[in-house]
């Protein structure tokens, strides 16, 4: 057996980094074995298998870091989730359809699809080269007709339950993708593509609309329940959904008849001193007909986004309809056409925006809502001169409504106001999916000639099918004259096809549940399997997909259990949003130069050391900086486990099953017990850190005497396993290496993959390990603390004195007892209060810390735990070590020693 010197972690991994070991070979070879042996082939036949999924992918050419970070995570797991001998799903496919490919096969003068198929041929091999355990046999593109007349049937169905509309609608166009965009494809303050970064404008067109407004208060009340998903993502839905409570109200303007408000505080209408219109609202735009000041701010000043509210007044007066009060009129910026109705009543004593405007413009300021006074005192009116006060409380200078609190007077308002009307109101839209592109999913309409309007396509019809692709300007459909030309299903007469296609969330607002029957030809999917194995278990893609994916793939699942029988409700039960992948503290892009190729890496390094590197970074939903300089020390760590792993099965140790052999067993068990529950949370970067820490305490143990065979072969394979689901190929290898039975493994039949392995056991739980650990760190601390504070520069010995028993009852009763007189208490017990003054003294330390106090190990596994551990001591200070128990030395040097931190006692 090898013999390690001294010399440190860091310097060797330094002097193996340029040499490393034969990675394309190792992978190469085990790649081969699992494609020949269909490794991960999911069978039709299991019940409900854990199903991980990572978002799928536009096949843009190559994979980049995020790719590999998203697929390394459900990689992990669901290897993670084999080993602990779950049928596990995990499939992958491509979101195929899009803008890129069909800008990219223009400026090529090709074709979409030849374009994409290059593209997708190209991932899949890098996706096999990173290692991914695909069941390729369920794979999807979204391009082929085979997957689209799925779609197209969907749109048959929801048409059939009243969930589509075409109608006249403002849209937002984006003028060098000469396409529409959903709301949620507008980004930022500037209102620019979601693709291009061009400013969006506006345009009036013909659209399809799916009505996801009729799940608002679903989608919205659900949330609660998606106890696996982040609060930011779950956040980010509430807000989108933007359900408000509140009344519509009407006021009269001069010259223009009633005007209907929307507000959520109906309780301050006695307050309202200003009213505002948006600038697109139909009075606005008449009063910048008529007056030169509000057309200017309209066209040149009005900026919704910005960070101030701007206006202009009129020369319009509206009435109160509670007061009779005439108000002034203004067209602001930060009133929106979509939000509300595009005219509000302002109240600047009882809202931030309202205030500043009114500050702004001069316009009084009234406080008319004072906070709740306490019981039989008159309330007090706030100070309203340089802040809103903003709560709900009671109300002020409102006429008979004074005294009321707020929910009270929005009730008896609304009663007493003719022209007011509870309301709801979301700023969830319809969704457009009307496209005018080429390369997506024609919408399966035909419109007649002969007054039949816009039909559905029948199903026995389906798929509609794109034509050959056209390289002109606008949209390529548009000019596919003998696919336009069609007859009317209804009629027979003659019909032109609808030339939009459909918005590319489409195809992934449903494609989990195409994977699990992707041959079906009879329906999108085989709905008994899917009510067995839906719903998706584990999701990882990013957070950018929030209120777009992610609310859209839960309006569909919805709709398919209320009208095509599917038995939940909710597509994904757990939901990961990973964090990027940055360069120097920059998201990596193409357009910054800034991107580190994962081809690359793997030909240099290897895919384990490449997906090892990204797993133990950080935690999967942070970011991270790449460091090559990390990952040379990553391939050096790999390197030396197999190198370990060699040395053991040519030279096997024969050293004896004592203490210290003890202790690197419990440390093997310590391991097991907190990886598995890191890859449980999907902590895999704490899961990692604990199984190098367990291959440095190997190493240090062959460094210290010869290992005892058994343990040490244990370590090893706990080590391996532990590994697997982040570095397979280098795992299976030295899996292969140990080729012996293992623990909770011990009918292995030669040749079995690793990832058909066992997850290694613990004979301890968590909390015991945690107990033990931190006993052997604190002492080991203790020691060095003395050492340094007495100045001892040659220790000749150390003595570990645990702790008498009497202190670890005392200990249980403190931590038990809730009375008061904790001394009292303990000097009941007999066997305590023979101990005199030092039962009080111990007794006041309990007393003084009681909040904090909690249970240690028993005096005997204690001593058991640091004479296992005493060799680390010995390692380190280079003296001898014993651990004694506390009839064994004198009584001063008990009063030290305390359960979880006993007493020290060094000879120098």
């Known amino acids: 057996m090898e013999s390690y010197t001294a010399t440190t972690l860091s310097e060797l991994y330094k002097q193996m980094s340029d040499a490393g070991y034969d990675h394309a070979a190792v992978e190469q070879r085990w790649q081969a074995a699992w494609d020949d042996a269909g490794a991960y082939r999911t069978s039709d036949d299991v019940d409900d298998p854990t199903y991980v999924l990572g978002m799928y992918p536009y096949p843009s050419g190559k994979l980049h870091m995020g790719h590999v970070r998203n697929y390394t995570i459900t990689d992990a797991y669901a290897r993670y989730r084999r080993m602990q001998g779950d049928d596990v799903l995990h499939p992958m496919g491509w979101d195929a359809f899009g803008l890129p490919a069909e800008n990219a096969a223009k400026e090529r003068d090709t074709n979409p699809r030849d374009w994409t198929f290059d593209c997708i041929d190209t991932m899949r091999d890098q996706m096999r080269a990173m290692g991914f355990g695909y069941d390729w046999e369920r794979e999807i593109a979204t391009c082929t007709p085979e997957y689209y007349q799925w779609n197209q049937w969907l749109f048959s169905r929801f048409h059939e339950e009243d969930l589509v509309e075409r109608r006249d609608a403002e849209v937002n166009w984006c003028p060098h993708c000469e396409t529409v965009l959903a709301d949620e494809q507008v980004e930022g303050e500037a209102e620019l593509c979601w693709r291009c970064d061009t400013p969006v404008e506006q345009r009036e067109l013909e659209q399809w609309f799916l009505k996801i407004t009729e799940y608002a208060d679903e989608l919205l009340e659900d949330i609660d329940e998606l106890e696996g998903w982040p609060n930011s993502v779950r956040q980010m839905q509430r807000n989108w959904i933007g359900r408000q409570y509140g009344a519509e109200v009407e006021f009269e303007i001069g010259g223009h008849g009633s005007v209907t408000a929307f507000t959520t505080r109906l309780d301050t209408i006695h307050g309202a001193t200003f009213f505002a219109l948006a600038p697109d609202h139909p009075i606005s735009e008449q009063a910048a007909e008529e007056d030169d000041d509000v057309r200017h701010f309209i066209e040149h000043e009005a900026d919704p986004e910005g960070d101030e509210p701007n206006g202009v007044a009129t020369d319009l007066t509206a009435t109160n309809p509670v007061t009779g009060e005439e108000i002034p009129v203004y067209v602001a910026d930060f009133v929106l056409s979509d939000v509300g109705t595009g005219a509000l009543m302002a109240v600047p004593g009882h809202d931030e925006r309202d205030h500043a405007f009114a500050e702004k413009m001069g316009e009084e300021i009234v406080p ?4 709740e006074p306490e019981e039989g005192e008159e309330p007090e009116i706030p100070d309203i001169s340089e802040e809103a006060f903003t709560d709900d409380g009671v109300l002020v200078n409102s006429g ?34 009307s496209r005018q592109r080429y390369w997506g999913t024609p919408i399966p309409v035909v419109h007649c000639h002969d007054g039949c309007g816009s039909v559905v396509v029948p199903d026995e019809e389906l798929p509609v099918e794109l034509p050959e692709f056209i390289n002109t300007t606008g949209n390529p459909l548009d000019a596919a004259e003998e696919w336009k030309q069609t007859t009317c299903p209804d009629c027979g007469g003659d019909a032109t096809r609808e030339t939009d296609t459909m918005d590319t969330f489409v195809d992934s607002s449903w494609y989990f549940l195409r994977y699990v029957s992707p041959e079906l030809d009879e329906a999108p999917f085989d709905l008994a399997r899917a009510n067995d194995w839906m719903p998706v278990d584990q999701y990882v893609g990013g957070i950018e997909h929030a209120v777009m994916h992610l609310l859209y793939s839960r309006f569909f699942t919805k709709v398919l259990a209320d009208h095509e029988g599917l038995e939940h409700r909710e597509p994904f039960t757990n939901l990961l949003a990973q964090g990027m992948v940055q360069l120097e503290g920059e998201k990596m892009s193409k357009s910054k130069g800034n991107t580190v190729s994962p081809q690359r890496i793997v030909e240099e390094y290897g895919a384990d050391t490449a997906r090892l590197f990204m797993m133990q970074a950080a935690q999967p939903e942070r970011d991270f900086d790449w460091s090559e300089e990390g990952v040379r020390s990553t391939n050096a760590f790999l390197t030396r486990l197999k190198e370990m792993v060699e040395d053991f099965a040519t030279e096997q140790p024969a050293g004896e099953d004592d203490a210290i052999a003890r202790y690197v067993a419990n440390e093997i068990d310590a391991t097991v017990a907190i990886a598995g529950g890191e890859y449980d ?30 343990t040490y072969e244990r370590g090893l394979s706990a080590v391996v396993r532990l590994l697997a689901p982040v570095a397979p190929h280098l795992a299976e290898e030295l899996y292969a290496e140990l080729d012996t039975g293992e623990d909770g493994d011990e009918n292995r039949t030669e040749n079995a993959f690793v990832v058909d392995a066992s997850w290694p056991t613990a004979t301890v739980d968590r909390e015991y390990v945690t107990k033990r650990r931190q006993l052997v760190e604190n002492t080991r601390e203790d020691v060095r603390d003395i050492i340094d504070v007495a100045g001892i520069e040659d220790p000749q010995a150390i003595d570990v004195v ?10 249980e009763i403190a ?39 909690s249970m240690t190990l028993g005096p005997d596994e204690e001593h058991e735990a640091l004479e296992s551990a005493a060799w680390l001591l010995e390692r380190e200070f280079e003296a001898p070590v014993s651990v004694v128990h506390a009839d064994e030395v004198d009584e001063s040097v008990l009063k030290n020693a305390a359960p979880g931190r006993p007493a020290i006692e060094i000879d120098d």
Request: without cysteine.
């Open 802 to 811: 645990v702790a008498p028993d009497w202190k670890y009852d005392a200990l």
């Open 681 to 710: 949370d999907l902590t895999f970067n704490r899961a990692l850190r604990e199984t190098q820490d367990l291959v440095r305490t190997l190493r240090q143990y062959a460094a210290y005497t010869e290992p005892h065979a058994e």
């Open 400 to 433: 008979e409504y004074d005294g009321l609190d707020s929910e009270t007077a929005r009730e008896r308002l609304t009663d007493d106001i003719e022209s007011a009307e509870h309301t709801t109101q979301y700023q969830l839209r319809d969704w457009g999916i």
């Open 815 to 853: 931590i038990e007892s809730d009375a008061p007189n904790l001394i009292g208490e303990l000097m009941q017990e007999s066997h305590i209060r023979e101990q005199g003054d030092a039962a009080a003294d111990y007794g006041q330390d309990l007393q003084a810390e009681r909040e904090a106090l």
């Open 368 to 371: 008319v809502i004072a906070p």
